[in-house]
């Protein structure tokens, strides 16, 4: 666009001087006799503008022939290169990041099977409803493969069960990622559900420490009292030896809430246990992360 039809332009999009009918022309057929010669030539601009794209299309036409055998060969690389990703690395096997830990108390009875590098297949019974709705949510956004079977004395109440459920959960993350190596380490997820979202950042550090900001304005969703959400965390960063924060930035739903927590720890959890084969050995400049 030329700077004349560019002022022009500028000086047509600022309307606020003019009422809207003054704008509209009155009859709506193209009759170009009524524009200006200013805005004629610049029709007469952009028309061209258009041939110029045309003629572009005219000449990728002529080198069809050759553009096609590229594209060809560039999708014979991707599979090339898809087939060397699907090789195992040998610091990937999916059978070496797992833990089984069982756990019995007076008060609850605990088995669970997990593996970091699965699919989220799950099977998951704790006898309180909604929780297993919560782990399903991490076994699958995480990226976990993940049995858990707990008896606890729900005659009481679900603390013991939730809260003792954090603690092997944490102990499993931890056995099966043993050394850490190769591991990214830290994590992070900012998780939108509808109008809640949710702040999560993990660093697999050895630390533990819980940062956790969450308000419920229900005592409890379905079996499972809201504020054992933060005794669920707590038993987990305190059990893996990770730094946890957990933030709820806005929200107004319950069960929007506690959902977004649990997925938005999946989703950090995902990103910090995986494996970046650019990292040798751990990601420390200590040279070891403290188990
Ligand atoms: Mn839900």
């Not at 699965?118 to 949510?137: K, P, R, S």
């Not at 004395?153 to 809260?163: A, M, N, Q, R, S």
């Not at 949710?198 to 499972?224: H, I, K, Q, S, W």
Request: charged share 30%.
């Amino acid at each position: 666009m030329s700077s004349k039809n560019r002022r022009k332009w500028k000086s047509n999009s600022i309307p606020q001087t003019k009422q809207p009918e003054e704008i509209l022309p009155q009859e709506t057929n193209n009759n170009f006799t009524q524009i200006a010669d200013e805005e004629e030539s610049y029709r007469v601009d952009w028309l061209g503008t258009f041939e110029a794209a045309s003629d572009l299309g005219l000449a990728q036409n002529k080198d069809s022939i050759s553009e096609s055998e590229q594209k060809k060969e560039l999708s014979k690389k991707r599979e090339q290169q898809s087939e060397i990703l699907k090789e195992p690395d040998e610091r990937v096997d999916r059978s070496l990041r797992t833990a089984k830990v069982e756990r019995v108390t007076k008060e609850t009875r605990i088995c669970l099977e997990l593996n970091l590098d699965g699919t989220g297949e799950a099977v998951i019974d704790t006898g309180i409803g909604f929780f297993d709705h919560m782990l399903y949510a991490v076994a699958k956004h995480g990226f976990l493969d993940l049995k858990l079977k707990v008896q606890g004395d729900l005659i009481v109440d679900g603390h013991h069960t939730i809260e003792d459920t954090g603690i092997v959960l944490g102990q499993a993350l931890k056995e099966a990622l043993g050394e850490k190596k190769g591991i990214k380490r830290y994590g992070s997820c900012l998780l939108p559900m509808d109008e809640t979202l949710v702040l999560c950042a993990v660093d697999f550090c050895g630390r533990p420490y819980l940062n956790y900001t969450a308000e419920f304005t229900a005592e409890r969703l379905g079996y499972m009292e809201t504020e054992m959400v933060r005794e669920f965390f707590y038993a987990i960063s305190y059990n893996a030896g990770m730094n946890l924060h957990l933030k709820v930035l806005d929200g107004k739903n319950n069960h929007h809430i506690a959902e977004a927590l649990f997925k938005s720890f999946a989703k950090a959890l995902d990103e910090a246990k995986t494996i970046d084969p650019r990292i040798e050995g751990v990601l420390s400049t200590k040279g070891v992360i403290s188990l």
